[in-house]
């Protein structure tokens, strides 16, 4: 059973500072790691994907993944109340089931203005 | 920006009866996949689908629910004689060949059943 764990929040921070974000991952064959943003009654939409050890960074996001230890995080840096959302991290499985998208159940961040 | 179209955007069934959510992927886009969220839970997966054939499934897939793809742009999701607890929002993705890509969702389809 692969399992990805989050989280759940909620998580406040106030504007301009640094949300961080974690997710651990069970399945070791993992290959590819996503993290979506997905407001209330709203579909997930890709903030950030990232396939290799280290850091990636898009603007005020950068993401960090650990293979060996199985976790990957987001950081947003100069938050926004716009920010204000469910952070959805989503892993890939291994060889045979490499196009399933495993889900957290999510992070809710609120972005204090 | 492309995006992945879904319609309807609202489906209210009555148990028993059956459905078909539709879904218009980015045209450039090789795989296709359909999940679900029932409402104040993970979003799971459900199917993909890659030249014309299923390649993955989940448990949550079974012989109520089928996928086809009737032409060149339309992916459709039909689930046979509705539960209750199929009650949920659809969602359709869709990327590109290779694994390193972001799968982009559409908006989704809310489907009731009453």
């Known amino acids: 059973q692969k399992e990805v764990e989050q989280n759940s929040g909620p998580l406040s921070v106030p504007e301009g500072a640094i949300a961080s974000l974690n997710c651990t991952y069970s399945?070791?064959?993992?290959?590819?790691f996503f993290w979506y943003r997905q407001y209330s009654g709203k579909s997930p939409e890709l903030i950030m994907s990232?396939?290799?050890?280290g850091d990636k960074e898009d603007g005020r996001f950068t993401a960090q993944l650990n293979k060996a230890s199985q976790y990957v995080s987001l950081l947003i840096r100069d938050s926004q109340p716009s920010d204000s959302a469910t952070y959805l991290c989503a892993v890939t499985g291994s060889s045979g089931s490499a196009r399933q998208l495993t889900f957290g159940s999510g992070t809710q961040l609120t972005v204090l203005p | 920006e492309p995006e992945v179209t879904q319609t309807p955007s609202h489906q209210v069934t009555q148990m028993g009866q059956e459905v078909i959510l539709r879904c218009v992927p980015i045209s450039n886009h090789l795989y296709f996949y359909w999940y679900r969220q029932i409402l104040g839970q993970k979003v799971e997966f459900l199917v993909s689908f890659y030249n014309n054939e299923i390649s993955e499934k989940s448990e949550i897939f079974d012989d109520q629910f089928s996928v086809e793809r009737p032409d060149g742009s339309n992916f459709t999701l039909k689930i046979r004689s509705t539960k209750l607890e199929d009650s949920a929002m659809y969602f359709c993705?869709?990327?590109?060949?290779?694994?390193?890509?972001?799968?982009?969702f559409g908006s989704g389809t809310r489907l009731t059943v009453v």
């Open positions: 399945d070791r064959g993992s290959q590819s």
């Open positions: 990232i396939y290799s050890n």
């Open positions: 993705a869709s990327s590109r060949e290779g694994q390193n890509y972001g799968y982009t």
